[in-house]
């Protein structure tokens, strides 16, 4: 089969659902879990919750219905030309492990050189927003955060590290408390250059 007639699916739109359970479905399934967590999910405290969780799953899991292309479709010329780095660093993120769906939470670094205009800094907030509100890995999230970030604004290279703690390691499992996960992805000229990296770390003032 030629796949540039019938690309397959990448990994990213496979992650994204083309059927939807209705509402009453969902509400139906979190009375379940309820009972299966062993309470009664006709109890009055109980009774509007699965509605609840149902609204805020819509808010946790935003992110499918979102699009990265949207979000940094828009660039602009510095005036004055700035090509250095440009990093935003410490940009909050509450995510959930796919393994679990459980949260995990943390902070991301980005840096990227441009190539042809910037980007709102904002939208790269908004970029690991869009990511974190899916069921995810860290490493998986640190990977489409800076694949989105080349394709949509073609940098001489790009950084991304994020270091967050996973609820699933301290509130169950082997339950250790306050450790800390760290992943990074260098492209371009992040890649090749060693200084380039250092400078990152120490911009970051992390490592
Ligand atoms: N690499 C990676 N692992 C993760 C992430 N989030 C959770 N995990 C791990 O996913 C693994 C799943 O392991 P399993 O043995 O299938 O599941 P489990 O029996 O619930 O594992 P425990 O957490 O050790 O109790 C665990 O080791 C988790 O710590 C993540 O973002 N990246
Ligand atoms: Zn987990």
Redesign the pocket.
Known sequence: MDARVNPLPTELEKSVSHSRPSQAEAEAAVRTLIAWAGDNPEREGLLDTPQRVVRAFGELYAGYEQDPKAILARTFKEVGGYDDIVLVRDIPFHSH?E??MVP?TGKAHIAYLPHDGVVGLSKLARLVDIFARRL????NLTAQIIDAINENLGPRGAAVMLDAE?M??SMR??RSQGVSTITHRFTGVFAEDRSEQDRFFAMVGKR
């Open positions: 492990c393994h679990h995990f995810q890995t860290q490493e996973h699933c390691m499992g082997v």
